[in-house]
């Protein structure tokens, strides 16, 4: 390419030729060379394609531990982003470098935009000037939460907090700079359509440990378990940020007619499914004992406004045999599409809703770092127009 004729024509030029490409194909052509990557990441480019590009829907891991070790040149071992896209079958990386940290974590994204917690500044390069400014960098042993977007290299920091938010919290984001971070005893929200830079604290008082919370519109929803020691007993509750913020309790989400749908399955998970639906998936019992083996993963899928639930998919035996004789599970995804891994499967098993409405399953190979096979991640929607 460093020698290709298309190197004789003016910038202008080529942005006008690429900008006929979808997002999916601009991606690609980045991976051809460093002259390619370097034309198609100018500002004047994403400009000039970001009103009219759709987003991308791609699979995003997260890091397989959170114990970052740091390099010789205080650069994070976590410095890229790996995505695969279901369409082409194939693994991207989205450098992280530019963020200036010496410890990044993917952890989620929300309309194309990307949140990680941080730990410590690096020393190498200057930080960009932002208006208003930013919070001040976190110290060498604080976390904070930043947002960037990968395609375009824009990022910003959220106020900082402490550690145990964390290690306890589990983050959710809806819309642009809308931040929830829930734990069993407190819950912290940030917005930036508010005037007040700062986190609101208030009491969450949940039964027990949330799990797998998920954040609908303004809605949280969360698994707890209400059991005893010796057995568990998962229900579903709901709430809103507004009802957190006045003090008002969880409310637990059943009906009559629901049955014994929560004691079919063993270690259930919450997803946001598509159109504000909620997917709860988990391996189906065969009988009601406590230490019941599993016959299948089961995806069930509840409709909010009508509190029905219907079976959206079962893993096929031949794949189920796997995660059978694997002795923990991980699921991670949302919309259209959840995935699976597994300790000593070696891959991720995906369930993809297409446009019908039917559901196909698939294995997905090749996974990228070295892991212990339990990978995680979420769903990553790439926009060229999502400003952090």
Known sequence: ME????????????????????????????????????????PAFLHLISTHQPPL??????????????????????????????????W???????????????????????????????????????SPPPPPLPSNNSKTLIVCNPLTRQFKLLPQLGSAWCKHGSVLVGSPNQVLVLTELAAIYFSGSTTSNNWLKFSSNLPSKPRSPILISDTILALCDVGSP????????????????????????????????????????????KNDKVLMIGGLKSS??????????????????????EEAGRMPPDMF???????????????????????????????????????????ISGVPGNSDGLYRGFVFEAQLNAVS
Do not use: M
């Open 92 to 130: 991207f990386r989205f450098p992280l470098s530019f963020l200036p940290f010496r410890s990044h974590y993917p952890i989620t994204s929300s309309h194309g935009l990307l949140y990680l917690w941080a730990e410590g500044p690096t020393t190498a390069g200057p930080i960009p000037a932002i």
């Open 57 to 90: 829907s791609l699979l995003a891991l997260r890091p397989s531990h959170r114990t970052h070790s740091h390099s010789h040149n205080n650069q994070s071992p976590h410095c890229a982003l790996h995505v695969f896209d279901t369409v082409l079958n194939y």
């Open 321 to 363: 045999r796997y995660f059978q004789d694997s002795s923990k599970f991980k699921v991670f995804g949302g919309g259209s599409k959840v995935c699976f891994s597994g300790k000593r499967v070696g891959r991720l098993a995906l369930w993809e809703e297409n446009e019908c409405g039917k559901g196909e399953w698939r294995w």
């Open 230 to 273: 010796w057995r568990s007993q998962w229900k579903l509750f709901r709430s809103t940020v507004k009802d957190l913020q006045f003090s008002q309790q969880w409310t637990r989400l059943e009906k009559h007619e629901w049955g014994d749908i929560f004691d079919i399955l063993k270690r259930p998970r919450l997803l946001a499914g």
């Open 288 to 309: 009601y004992s406590l230490h019941s083996t599993c016959s299948t993963i089961l995806i069930l899928r509840l409709d909010l406004d009508s509190l029905e639930w």
């Open 3 to 42: 020698f290709s004729p298309l190197n004789r024509l003016p910038q202008d030029t080529l942005h006008q030729i690429f900008s006929h490409l979808t997002l999916r194909e601009i991606i690609v052509s980045k991976c051809v060379c460093k002259c390619l990557n370097s034309t198609l990441s100018s």
